[in-house]
C-alpha cells in the first residue's frame, strides 16, 4: 500500500473529485496543505485578499458551471470564523463549497491554544457536515463523504478542518483505486407527476413558479419544454432567474415585494393554479401568504423533503430533484391531449408589454433607471451578472434582461454585503470566456474593495459597474416607515478629491491604487461610452474595469409590503420611447 502524509492524500483526492483550482490564503496551521498542493502541481491556486473573500469566490465559481465544487482554504482561527459568512450564503442558496482550515495539534484543542477555535462546532448549522479530524486515517473518508454529501440531496458546504499534526500523518492510501460514492437524489414517481399534471389541467389561469433548484439541476431545458409543452407562463424567482429566457413568450416576469416586475406580480394575482418547481417560497417572493395563496391551488416539487411544507402546506407536494421531476412531467405531457392556454398566454403578453416601468430619464444627477437602460443596450445575452444587494440589485432584477441560466449570480437568501466582488472574480476563473459584469451600490463596493487586487494580480478582467449615491440606499429607503434618515449617509468632503463633490471615497483612486482600471461618470450621455471604453480596457490590460456612476443622492425604488401594495414612485412607461430596451415592445 503506497504511503503518504493526509495532507497528500487530501489533495489526491480533490483532484479525483474533479477540483483543479482552490482559492484561499495560507497560514502556519494549514502550510502542510499547501505543501502538498505544490508537491502535486496540479491544482492552481487564487490568493485571496481576506478569507471571507476566499469564500465568496468558491461560491461564484460553483453557481457559474454546472459541477462545479468551489473550494477555499485557510489557517485555523480567524480564518474558519471569516469563511462563516461564506458558508451562509452557500448553505442558503443550496451551493456546495469546500471550506478546508487548518488547526492546533489535537494534544492542544483543549488547551486554548494560539487560533485554535472549535470550527467545526461553529460552522455546524450552516454547512451539511463540520468535521474537525483526529485520526489520520480518518482523512479520505471525510473527503469522499464530503464530496457526496454537496452532491447528495439539497446541495450544501462543508467544512473540514485539518489539525496540524494530522496534516502530517503518514497513512496508507491508494489514491488509483479511490472513487468518488455514488450521488443520491430524490425523483419523483410517474404517478405522482401524473397527479400533478392532472391539476395543472384541470386550472384555467396556471402558472410556473421557477425556483433555483432548476438551475442547479442544469434542467433550464426541460422547464422551457415543460413549459411550451402545456402552454404555462412562467414566473422565475430571483435564484431561477434565467431558466427560461426574458425574451420567450411563455415569460411572465418576476414576482415579489421587490426584486419583480409589476406585470409579473399582476400575473400570479390573476393565476388560478401555481405549480413550484425547486423554489422554497421566500418571503421577498410570497409577501403575505393570505394575499399570494387566495383563490389559488399549489403543487410543490423540492429536493429536500423538509421544505414542502416549510412555508406553507401545499394542495399537492412532491419530493424530487428538479430535473428528474421535469423529464417525467415532460415524458408525461407528451403523452396527453393538454388543454389551449392561447387565450391565457396571450392576456400575461398584454400585461408585460402594458406595465412597464419606466426607464429613460435624462436628469442629472443620474437616475438609476437610466444605468440599466444603457446596461441592456452595451451588454448581450452571453452577459454574466453578479450582484448581491442593495437598491442596485433589486433595481437590476427590475430592468435588466438575462437570457440563460448561470448568468444572472445573486447571494440570494444571505445577501451579505461586499460579496459581489469576490463571487465575480470566482465566476471569471471558472468561464474565462463569457464576458461578466459586476453591479454594486457604492457600501456592497466598500465591503471587500482589496478583492479588486486579486483580479490585477491574476489578471481576471471584468466590468464593474459602480452606482455610487453616497447612501446605504436601501435602508434609507426602509427607514421612511420610521420617518427618520438616520446613520445612513456616506457622503463627506474628500480632502484629497475635491473633485467628488460630496460623494465621500474616490473609487476610482483607490481601484486605481489596487491595480485595477477606473472611469466616473457624471452625465447620461456619458454611460454607454464609458460601458464601451471599459470593455477595451479590460481586453487591453487584462484586469478590473470600475465604472463609477453618479447617481442623484435620493431615488426610491419599487417595493411594497404584499404583491396588491406594492409602491410604485414613477409613472409607468407610457411610449416606447420611456422604456426602449425592455424586453416586449409596448402595446399602444
Known amino acids: 500500500m503506497p504511503r503518504m502524509t493526509t495532507a497528500d492524500a487530501a489533495v489526491a483526492i480533490l ?68 469563511m462563516l459568512t461564506g458558508l451562509y450564503s452557500a448553505s442558503a442558496d443550496s451551493i456546495p463549497i469546500l471550506c478546508i482550515t487548518g488547526q492546533a495539534p489535537v494534544a492542544r484543542l483543549h488547551k486554548e491554544d494560539f487560533q485554535a477555535v472549535d470550527i467545526a462546532a461553529v460552522a455546524g448549522p450552516l454547512t451539511k457536515m463540520a468535521m474537525t479530524v483526529l485520526e489520520p486515517a480518518q482523512v479520505p473518508g471525510a473527503f469522499q463523504q464530503a464530496f457526496h454529501l454537496m452532491r447528495s440531496g439539497r446541495p450544501g458546504p462543508v467544512l473540514i478542518d485539518l489539525p496540524f499534526d494530522v496534516q502530517l500523518a503518514e497513512i496508507g492510501f491508494d489514491v488509483d483505486t479511490y472513487q468518488p460514492l455514488p450521488v443520491y437524489k430524490p425523483a419523483a414517481t410517474r404517478a405522482q407527476i401524473e397527479k400533478a399534471l392532472d391539476m395543472l389541467a384541470a386550472a384555467e389561469r396556471p402558472i410556473i ?38 425574451d420567450h ?32 417560497w421566500a418571503n421577498r417572493h410570497t409577501g403575505g401568504l393570505e394575499v399570494y395563496r387566495a383563490g389559488r391551488t399549489f403543487v410543490h416539487v423540492d429536493i429536500e423533503p423538509t421544505q414542502i411544507g416549510r412555508v406553507f402546506a401545499p394542495d399537492y407536494g412532491i419530493v424530487s430533484d428538479a430535473g428528474a421531476a421535469l423529464r417525467l412531467f ?11 392556454r392561447s387565450a391565457w398566454v396571450e392576456e400575461c403578453r398584454r400585461r408585460r408589454a402594458t406595465m412597464q416601468r419606466r426607464t429613460h430619464f435624462d436628469d442629472v444627477p443620474i437616475k438609476p433607471q437610466r444605468v440599466y437602460e444603457e446596461m441592456n443596450r452595451a451588454f448581450g445575452p452571453e452577459t454574466r451578472y453578479v ?40 465566476v471569471c476563473v471558472a468561464d474565462p470566456d463569457t464576458p461578466v459584469v459586476a453591479l ?31 447612501y446605504l440606499g436601501l435602508i434609507r429607503q426602509s427607514q421612511r416607515g420610521f420617518d427618520m434618515d438616520y446613520c445612513v449617509q456616506l457622503s463627506f468632503d474628500n480632502v484629497n478629491a475635491p473633485e467628488v ?26 454611460i454607454g461610452p464609458a460601458f464601451e471604453e471599459a470593455k477595451k480596457l479590460m481586453a487591453e490590460y487584462r484586469v478590473p474595469v470600475v465604472v463609477e456612476i ?29 422604456a426602449p430596451t425592455a424586453v416586449v415592445a409596448m402595446l399602444d
Not at 492552481?44 to 476566499?54: F, Q
Not at 463633490?501 to 456619458?526: F, I, M, Q, S
Open 209 to 246: 413558479v421557477a425556483g433555483g433548484g432548476i438551475i442547479n439541476a442544469d434542467a433550464a431545458g426541460l422547464l422551457v419544454e415543460f413549459a411550451e409543452l402545456t402552454g404555462t407562463p412562467v414566473v422565475p424567482t430571483l435564484m431561477g432567474w434565467g431558466a427560461l429566457p426574458d
Open 15 to 82: 483532484r479525483r473529485e474533479g477540483v483543479s483550482c482552490v482559492f484561499g490564503l495560507p497560514g502556519a496551521a494549514i502550510n502542510p496543505f499547501y505543501a502538498a498542493m505544490r508537491r502535486d502541481g496540479g491544482i492552481t491556486h487564487t490568493l485571496a485578499r481576506h478569507v471571507e473573500g476566499a469564500s465568496h469566490m468558491a461560491e461564484g465559481y460553483t453557481r457559474a458551471r454546472s459541477g462545479n465544487i468551489g473550494v477555499c482554504v485557510g489557517t485555523s482561527g480567524p480564518a474558519g470564523t471569516d
Open 501 to 526: 463633490g460630496g460623494y465621500g471615497v474616490d473609487h476610482v483612486k483607490v481601484a486605481e491604487g489596487l491595480g485595477c482600471k477606473a472611469l466616473r461618470v457624471t452625465g447620461p450621455g456619458e
Open 550 to 578: 453618479i447617481l442623484e443622492r435620493v431615488t426610491n425604488i419599487s417595493m411594497g409590503t404584499e404583491l396588491d401594495n406594492v409602491v410604485e414612485f414613477q409613472d409607468l412607461a407610457a411610449r416606447r420611447e420611456d
Open 387 to 426: 450582484s448581491t444587494i442593495g437598491l442596485s440589485q433589486i433595481a437590476a432584477a427590475q430592468f435588466l434582461h438575462v437570457y440563460r441560466p448561470r448568468h444572472w449570480i445573486n447571494a440570494g437568501q444571505a445577501g451579505p454585503l461586499g460579496w459581489t466582488t469576490p463571487a465575480a472574480l470566482g
Open 330 to 340: 415532460v415524458e408525461v405531457a407528451r403523452e396527453r391531449r393538454l388543454p389551449s
Open 440 to 470: 454594486s451600490g457604492d457600501y456592497d463596493f466598500q465591503f471587500m474593495i482589496e478583492e479588486l487586487a486579486v483580479g490585477a494580480q491574476f489578471n481576471l478582467p471584468y466590468i464593474h459597474v459602480l452606482v455610487n449615491n453616497a
Open 249 to 280: 413568450r411563455l415569460m411572465a416576469g418576476m414576482a415579489g415585494l421587490q426584486t419583480s416586475h409589476r406585470y409579473g406580480n399582476a400575473t400570479v394575482l390573476a393565476s388560478d393554479f401555481v405549480l413550484g418547481i425547486g423554489n422554497r
